[in-house]
């Protein structure tokens, strides 16, 4: 067993631990592939993961060029510049960082008929901090609801990163607010939250889906 295989494995193991310690089913396990080569990912896919996410269209464009005969869902979790929704739009299953009705209407417009409604996640700045995006509390509801009228869109749910002195608090928040999205008649049933070192109070709070990349694939390059 090499170093890859035995941190998925790892991985997997906490997060059937934390979910079995709060009876609740196990999250989807989203692997960070951002940084790391096409090799890794390839490895990860023969060991059972299909999830694999992505930050940046120019590093991506490559891989999934080179992983082209594997049936990956590729997420887009990156910041989205207006002028780069086109290649998101074509090219992935899910985007984890909408905050705004600009982008998701050009996701909305540019996404081929040929393909499934794109998931949508909207990333929440669930903690207020001006150096993150996402949109803000108060008003996640009314992007929501703008986001679930758009064709070619499915309003997946929310996804945050919160800040790291208390991670637990932000969960709870987060989830409240899918909540609220569900109680307004919205389908919203993913909660994308927790990563390396916060899975464990994630699921607590019922994270549907954890993204996993340095306890998964180690240092980046």
Known sequence: MNDLEQRFRQVRQRIDDAARAQHKPAPTLLAVSKKHPSSAIRQLYQLGQRDFGESYWQEAEAKLTELADL????HFIGPLQSNKTRPIAQHFAWVHSVDREKIARRLSEQRPNHLPD??????VNIDRETTKS???PEAVLPLAQSVAALPRLQLAGLMCIPAPTHPAQAFQRLAGLQAQLQQAGLRADTLSMGMSDDLEPAIAEGSTMVRIGSALFGERM
């Open 71 to 74: 049936d990956i869902i590729w």
């Open 118 to 123: 794109l998931n949508v996640c909207l990333q």
């Open 134 to 136: 996402g949109v803000l």
